[in-house]
């Protein structure tokens, strides 16, 4: 009985399969709010593509890649000390591995990339609120449905105290979720503040036409608004900047970081030289005023808040313990590592072995490669980072070379880039493996920049041969 209702789903889905990147859509949008519903919504989602594009999946080299970088994970867990941590830490990496390759296939438009960002910008939207909402209002709340369906759990005042969290475990998580929202979401405001500038309507952003998921695709944008309604930039103008005021009050420096980066790599991108000047002159003011020799610094710190600099310095936590700082972490996982350079200490082991030798709970040493060089080895993480080089240099060289990229859909496929060197940075100063919305938004980016460049490369291929 079971068994037939399951078919019944699964042929219900595989009919509409068509439809499968709105339910993808719908994912994205209730992710932040229900991790559980927009997991099974995905997970179904991969399923159906799986089912129904099986042979062009396995036919693509880079998913052989990840295919030997999953046997290497299932070794080295077999070798692991805890052997049952190792394998239960594999449902990290492998699921969203099946979920990389199954997008990759189902994303191939630029139409789908702005969908994809409209959505994530919308979808901030209710979490920024709250969280603005838990740091200056006090707001808190518990609120469970059948336990994992939805459940809402806001401390007053924030997680750390005084740092904005929103629906998010930690501050930290939270800013890292919302500066790829605020990367991508600049990203289109820049799209529409061009089209206003210009005079021209949203269904002229692009070329009005474009094939993707069998069928031809109209570029209307997502919603049925007017060419010259004002409606998206209005929006676009509130999002990011709410999300920008939120993304300080997480306190975050590494936050902070990307979003200046990003900000800089759009100005320089657009050649807007002088903005590029203002942006560095503040931020060499904030930098001055956190490291320079005390005359200089003090000078600094007339104009500059101390909510900045002295989160630069840590003046604003003094008493941090040396088993807290960064550096210390790193340099025990390249220890681990060193001691186990094969096949790791299996994952998930880091954090019992850093509290066996400092006496503190610690969950990971604030950076993926390093973790995975300590728990998989080097074997694995090399394969891993050179997976994740290749995707960003053919997204580059795509970007830069090929013909059939209307100007237009440039700056769109530009800020998935900006989005992805950002993550790659974020994962340099913290792991964002460990919170299941920010892994699987993670690759979905990674897997609609390859959907992409996929489809164009081969529109290359068949444009250069002359049969």
């Given at each position: 009985?079971?068994?037939?209702?399951?078919?019944?789903?699964?042929?219900?889905?595989?009919?509409?399969?068509?439809?499968?990147?709105?339910?993808?859509?719908?994912?994205?949008?209730?992710?932040?709010?229900?991790?559980?519903?927009?997991?099974?919504?995905?997970?179904?989602?991969?399923?159906?593509?799986?089912?129904?594009?099986?042979?062009?999946?396995?036919?693509?080299p880079l998913n052989w890649g990840f295919a030997l970088l999953s046997l290497l994970l299932i070794v080295s867990a077999g070798f692991a000390q805890d052997k049952t941590a190792a394998f239960l830490g594999l449902f990290n990496l492998l699921p969203f591995f099946l979920l990389f390759a199954a997008h990759s296939a189902l994303i191939q438009t630029f139409t789908q990339l702005r969908q994809m960002?409209?959505?994530?910008?919308?979808?901030?939207?209710p979490v920024v609120i709250i969280g603005l909402g838990q740091l200056f209002l006090g707001w808190s709340l518990k609120f469970e449905i059948l336990w994992?369906?939805?459940?809402?759990?806001?401390?007053?005042?924030?997680?750390?105290?005084?740092?904005?969290?929103?629906?998010?475990?930690h501050a930290n998580t939270f800013a890292?979720?919302?500066?790829?929202?605020?990367?991508?979401?600049?990203?289109?405001?820049?799209?529409?503040?061009?089209?206003?500038?210009?005079?021209?309507?949203?269904?002229?952003?692009?070329?009005?036409?474009?094939?993707?998921?069998?069928?031809?695709?109209?570029?209307?944008?997502?919603?049925?608004?007017?060419?010259s309604s004002p409606?998206?930039?209005?929006?676009?103008?509130?999002?990011?900047?709410?999300?920008?005021?939120?993304?300080i009050f997480t306190n975050s420096r590494n936050g902070w970081a990307i979003a200046i980066f990003a900000c800089l790599a759009y100005a320089l991108y657009q050649g807007w030289h002088i903005l590029v000047g203002g942006v560095a002159a503040i931020i060499s003011s904030v930098i001055l005023a956190a490291f320079a020799p005390s005359p200089v610094a003090q000078f600094f710190r007339q104009y500059v808040p101390a909510f900045f600099w002295a989160r630069l310095n840590d003046d604003m936590y003094p008493d941090r313990p040396v088993a807290l700082m960064r550096r210390t972490?790193?340099?025990?996982?390249?220890?681990?590592?060193?001691?186990?350079?094969?096949?790791g200490w299996g994952l998930r082991?880091?954090?019992?072995?850093?509290?066996?030798?400092?006496?503190?709970?610690l969950g990971h040493p604030h950076n993926l490669f390093l973790m995975l060089s300590a728990e998989t080895g080097f074997p694995s993480t090399f394969l891993f980072c050179g997976l994740l080089a290749w995707i960003l240099i053919t997204g580059v060289q795509l970007l830069r070379k090929s013909k059939y990229i209307n100007t237009e859909d440039r700056l769109i496929f530009f800020s998935y880039l900006l989005a992805f060197v950002g993550w790659i940075v974020l994962n340099t100063v913290d792991v964002t493996l460990f919170d299941f919305r920010l892994n699987a938004l993670s690759w979905l980016i990674l897997a609609a920049i390859c959907g992409v460049v996929h489809r164009y490369n081969q529109q290359d291929r068949l444009a250069s041969d002359p049969n």
């Open positions: 009985m079971l068994g037939a209702s399951l078919n019944k789903v699964f042929d219900y889905f595989k009919s509409r399969w068509q439809s499968s990147w709105n339910y993808s859509l719908w994912a994205l949008f209730i992710f932040p709010l229900s991790p559980l519903v927009g997991a099974v919504t995905v997970g179904f989602v991969s399923l159906i593509t799986w089912l129904k594009q099986s042979r062009k999946i396995s036919r693509r960002a409209w959505i994530l910008v919308i979808g901030s939207m994992v369906v939805l459940n809402w759990k806001i401390a007053p005042g924030g997680n750390p105290p005084g740092r904005i969290a929103s629906l998010f475990l890292a979720y919302l500066a790829i929202v605020f990367i991508l979401g600049l990203g289109l405001w820049l799209e529409q503040w061009q089209l206003a500038t210009r005079g021209r309507g949203a269904g002229e952003l692009v070329a009005p036409t474009e094939w993707g998921l069998g069928e031809r695709v109209q570029k209307r944008g997502i919603f049925p608004l007017l060419p409606v998206p930039l209005i929006f676009l103008t509130v999002a990011v900047i709410t999300n920008f005021i939120a993304l972490q790193w340099e025990f996982a390249w220890s681990l590592a060193q001691q186990h350079p094969w096949t082991s880091f954090s019992g072995l850093y509290k066996a030798q400092m006496h503190v709970p």
